[in-house]
């Protein structure tokens, strides 16, 4: 340690005799701070209140679903309807729910994940079909930060990256953590904050 401090030269002496130019100990000091360090940056994933939220929204739909071919039930019971499309459509609901409300949200939140870079954004999503994104800072036109009911609810926002072939999704982050991600993309891809 008391070699890097002896004089101004622009090479220090290393352990084994070679040497580190002062500017890549600057840069190993700061490293944490650097863009640069983004590339080695781990995948992240979404908050795990993301599968509660998306739990909601299958509970929702699937009990209106449910309570109109419980109306129907009720109805063709009454005037001696065939009971059958009913009951399909009522089982249907339940097989939704367990699946859309249960099982998906889980498989959803465990396999998407996604990285920022300096010049890049790194997208890894699907369990049965896999798709890993990568796109250029350079292609990025857009990022929208958005947030409906249930994710206000639980304090979550869905940050939305437009680029000329699509529009990409990374939904299921706390409101401030997406608002962060909002500007580094933004800042990343120069892209205008009109929110500013």
Same mark, same amino acid.
């Given at each position: ?12 002496e ?18 944490a ?18 599968k ?6 299958s509970?929702i ?6 309570a ?9 019971f ?6 059958? %499309? ?17 099982a998906? %949200? ?12 300096e010049d890049e954004l ?13 796109v %250029?800072m ?10 409906? %009911? ?45 929110d500013?």
């Amino acid at each position: 340690m008391n070699n890097i401090h002896n004089d101004d030269t622009s090479a220090k002496e290393n352990t084994t005799g070679g040497t580190i130019e002062e500017s890549e100990l600057v840069e190993t000091a700061s490293n944490a701070s650097s863009p640069k360090s983004l590339k080695s940056q781990s995948l992240r994933r979404l908050h795990p209140k993301v599968k509660r939220a998306t739990a909601m929204t299958s509970l929702i739909t699937n009990g209106i679903l449910g309570a109109i071919a419980a109306a129907y039930l009720v109805v063709a019971f009454n005037r001696d309807w065939t009971l059958w %499309p009913g009951w399909a459509a009522l089982g249907l609901c339940i097989l939704s729910f367990i699946w859309f409300g249960c099982a998906l %949200p889980a498989l959803q939140y465990r396999y998407f994940s996604f990285r920022v870079a300096e010049d890049e954004l790194e997208i890894h999503s699907g369990w049965l079909w896999i798709t890993d994104t990568i796109v %250029p800072m350079t292609r990025v036109q857009q990022v929208e930060l958005e947030s409906g %009911p249930l994710l206000r609810k639980y304090g979550l926002a869905k940050v939305s990256i437009v680029t000329a072939a699509a529009t990409l999704e990374i939904a299921g982050l706390e409101r401030e953590e997406a608002e962060q991600l909002k500007r580094n993309i933004g800042h990343l891809a120069k892209v205008e904050d009109r929110d500013e």
